[in-house]
């Protein structure tokens, strides 16, 4: 694991708490941003026109989300607090709006169920990854090499459209990022141990980036579950109509 040098090591169990807190209050705006905008843009129908009817903007839309997690997984030592939380903050809009057709697609019902079923299997996993003694880098190793390997079942999937194949891609892709949230929390665990409350701008950017981390992890595996146990708006019509 990454050694941060330029830190206090062995921080106090209060300051690793601080830390922690600071991360899941974080991740948790970001998230409550995502949905409210992603809810917003459905209220708006001639954003969601440009959105998803105009290929340009969706990808600069996509191409922005990347550049914004490379700048702040790749560049958070040259980065003011400010402006990190000012990225984390454009990047949770983005993805809100990249996002906003699920409630084209899906029921509120299912969008809210799938909300509620995540939150409790991200906390499961979160809990045993930061009070395991277990060294979870294995496990979450295999877990990364498995989406590598998701991904390429995708793009092979995308022509031949294949409903099964669909379904393990799911199944897996739940599994990988479920272990994923429990080695990261392990990790930025580990990271609290070398950061002090002291240092108030390395404190202010390392929560930051552990609240993108988690982020990027609670989204993928909602959108994973929701394709899987969402009710799609066509289906709940038909079964009206029956």
């Not at 998230?31 to 459905?42: D, E, P, R, V």
């Not at 092979?156 to 479920?178: A, H």
Request: with cysteine.
């Amino acid at each position: 694991m990454k050694k941060y040098s330029y830190y206090y090591y062995d921080s106090s169990i209060s300051t690793i708490h601080s830390y922690i807190n600071n991360v899941y209050g974080w991740m948790s705006c970001g998230l409550l941003l995502t949905s409210f905008t992603t809810w917003y843009t459905t209220k708006i129908p001639f954003l969601l026109e440009i959105i998803f009817f105009n290929q340009f903007f969706l990808v600069t839309i996509l191409i922005l989300q990347l550049i914004v997690v490379f700048a702040l997984s790749n560049m958070i030592n040259k980065l003011s607090a400010n402006f990190a939380i000012a990225l984390f903050i454009f990047y949770s809009i983005l993805t809100g709006l990249s996002i906003s057709s699920i409630f084209l697609i899906y029921t509120y019902i299912s969008i809210t169920t799938t909300f509620l079923t995540t939150s409790i299997m991200f906390g499961i996993m979160s809990i045993w990854g930061y009070s395991t003694k277990q060294d979870l880098t294995k496990m979450g190793n295999l877990a990364l090499m498995s989406l590598i390997g998701i991904m390429i079942a995708t793009t092979i999937n995308f022509f031949l459209q294949n409903d099964y194949l669909i379904w393990i891609i799911s199944y897996l892709g739940i599994l990988s990022f479920s272990i994923l949230v429990a080695w990261d929390t392990q990790k930025l665990k580990e990271i609290g141990h070398y950061i002090t409350s002291e240092h108030d701008e390395q404190f202010r950017k390392y929560s930051i980036l552990g609240a993108l981390i988690l982020y990027l992890d609670f989204i993928n595996l909602y959108l994973l579950i929701l394709k899987l146990i969402g009710i799609k708006l066509e289906k709940e019509d038909e079964n009206k109509n029956e």
